[in-house]
């Protein structure tokens, strides 16, 4: 256990108010996330565990949640991209687990095995494909001694990817990344599995999960609708012929899906995404099951969440 003059160090070389390391009874600040998916699964499972974030969201995602996500440090990640976290100050942490969530290709468990014995300390790498979430939810109850509520979480999300394998027919789409749309998931990738595993077709093809693309390509692609979690390119997209008309002269419809407090169909690839997926089951339903969705994943939900938008 960390002193009381040890956590306040801390939390001045993370930049926290002393006030955020004083914990209620029960809490246990002591499993660190090795990137951000694993983060937003523990905080559905039982984020009184979490330790911090890899990536601290921003204050308007952070206004979504509720206040302790905002006492929580920046941590930095011990896998995937980004700031690193310091060896050390995880360390000093003394945590009872790390957690991580995301691929599992060899190569990944290799990593994991790697950093376990680096670090001494227990590490686990669970399955983060997005048919598996029901299973992670299980998984991640046990390791955190939150089994009744990973249960509970597990048998929702399997209700949600039930209907969303049903969902209605879709159209051609083109998933356009950052402000200037030019980044894309392609066919297969896991940034758009959402909308593809819900019968929408990808136009963008490449050998890679996520790539840059030229407006040519686009055209070339011709999708039926543009898909974003960016307000910002959808705006100026909106306006934009090259963007917007077609080879036959129709316009493109957006279709600007919400990023906050985290992404629907991925920002990042967590348990998020089983917002998009209830969505895309039943675009024309009513706000109140995605409001009871989101403060299950979230403890926290605005009276009207944001809801997806049609931009013409």
């Known amino acids: 256990m960390l002193t009381r003059r040890g956590a306040l160090a801390l939390a001045a070389a993370f930049g926290v108010a002393p006030s955020a390391c004083s914990r209620a009874p029960g809490i246990r600040r002591d499993v660190v996330a090795a990137g951000q998916p694993a983060a937003l699964l523990i905080w559905a499972v039982a ?11 921003d ?16 941590l930095g990640g011990l896998s995937g991209r980004g700031r690193q976290a310091s060896r050390e100050a995880i360390l000093a942490l003394k945590p009872a687990l790390i957690l991580d969530y995301g691929d599992t290709e060899p190569e990944d468990v ?8 680096d670090l001494n300390v ?8 997005l048919t598996s979430i029901p ?8 390791l955190l001694e939150a089994s009744d509520r990973g249960e509970k979480l597990a048998e929702e999300a399997e209700k949600v990817l039930t209907h969303w394998r049903h969902s209605p027919e879709g159209q051609s789409f083109y998933y356009a990344s950052g402000a200037d749309g030019l980044k894309t998931g392609f066919r ?11 019968g929408w077709t990808n136009v963008a093809v490449g050998d890679a999960n996520t790539g840059i693309v030229t407006l040519d390509q686009i055209t070339e692609w011709d999708p039926e609708v543009l898909v974003t979690l960016n307000e910002t390119f959808a705006r100026a997209a909106l306006h934009s012929d090259v963007w917007r008309r077609r080879p036959n ?11 906050r407090p985290f992404g629907w169909i991925d920002r990042p690839p967590s348990v998020n995404r089983l917002l998009g997926c209830a969505w895309m089951a039943a675009p024309h339903g009513g706000s109140v099951a995605l409001a009871m969705l989101s403060r299950r994943l979230y403890g926290l939900a605005a009276d009207e ?3 997806p938008r049609w931009l013409t």
Do not use: H, N, Y
């Open 47 to 57: 984020r009184e565990r979490l330790a911090g974030w890899p990536l601290k969201p």
């Open 59 to 74: 204050p308007a995602c952070l206004a979504g949640l509720p206040a302790e996500g905002s006492a929580l440090p920046d």
């Open 110 to 117: 290799a990593r994991e095995a790697r950093a376990e014995a």
């Open 122 to 129: 227990p590490w686990t790498l669970i399955d983060g494909r």
């Open 135 to 142: 299973e992670a939810f299980r998984q991640a109850g046990q």
């Open 188 to 198: 297969g990738a896991l940034a758009t599995e959402v909308l593809e595993g819900a």
């Open 249 to 259: 002269g129709r316009m493109r419809p957006i279709l600007l899906l919400p990023d």
């Open 305 to 307: 969440i944001a809801r």
